[in-house]
């Protein structure tokens, strides 16, 4: 029997970039993202996610958006399928990069928690990954719809991941 294959749905990989402290919390970020990918029966995912402060999240925003200026969450669609070696396939979804500084920002200015802003921007990346866009933050755009009401279920049904 193959334990991974049975096992493990989806794949998430997650890391700091290099001019960034490794927040106490990072242990804490597969297995919410696993919780997100099952809620929304995503099965066969890979994807990646990386934490960082502004300075960098400014640098990406710049060069693949054409936008100046830090902003809180950035999703880089892969959206390509591979077998790997054990003939298994997999859908590499793509990359997600969270801004820890602009993601304490917003838990601030939205008056919500540092950990539902993060459960929030994690949740918002996966469903660009899967191909939802909104054209603005009104709240009323479908996605930013079906991102509140999912999140609304992660909240309870998830562990706190930031302690304030």
């Given at each position: 029997m193959d334990f991974f294959a049975e096992e493990c749905k989806n794949q998430v990989f997650v890391s700091v970039h290099e001019e960034f402290q490794v927040?106490?919390?990072?242990?804490?970020?597969?297995?919410?993202?696993?919780?997100?990918l099952d809620m929304l029966e995503f099965a066969n995912w890979e994807l990646s996610v990386m934490f960082c402060g502004d300075s960098f999240i400014r640098e990406l925003n710049e060069k693949?958006?054409?936008?100046?200026?830090?902003?809180?969450?950035?999703?880089?669609?892969?959206?390509?399928?591979?077998?790997?070696e054990s003939e298994r396939e997999w859908f590499s979804a793509g990359d997600i990069v969270v801004s820890v500084d602009t993601l304490q920002r917003n838990a601030q200015e939205f008056n919500v928690s540092a950990d539902e802003e993060l459960k929030r921007l994690l949740l918002h990346g996966v469903l660009h990954l899967a191909g939802y866009d909104h054209s603005d933050n009104s709240p009323e755009q479908q996605m930013l719809k079906m991102q509140e009401?999912?999140?609304?279920?992660?909240?309870?049904?998830?562990?706190?991941?930031i302690n304030a």
């Open positions: 927040p106490e919390w990072i242990d804490k970020i597969r297995p919410y993202i696993l919780k997100v693949y958006r054409n936008v100046e200026g830090a902003t809180d969450v950035l999703s880089f669609e892969q959206g390509e399928k591979y077998i790997d009401s999912v999140l609304s279920k992660l909240l309870n049904e998830t562990d706190t991941i």
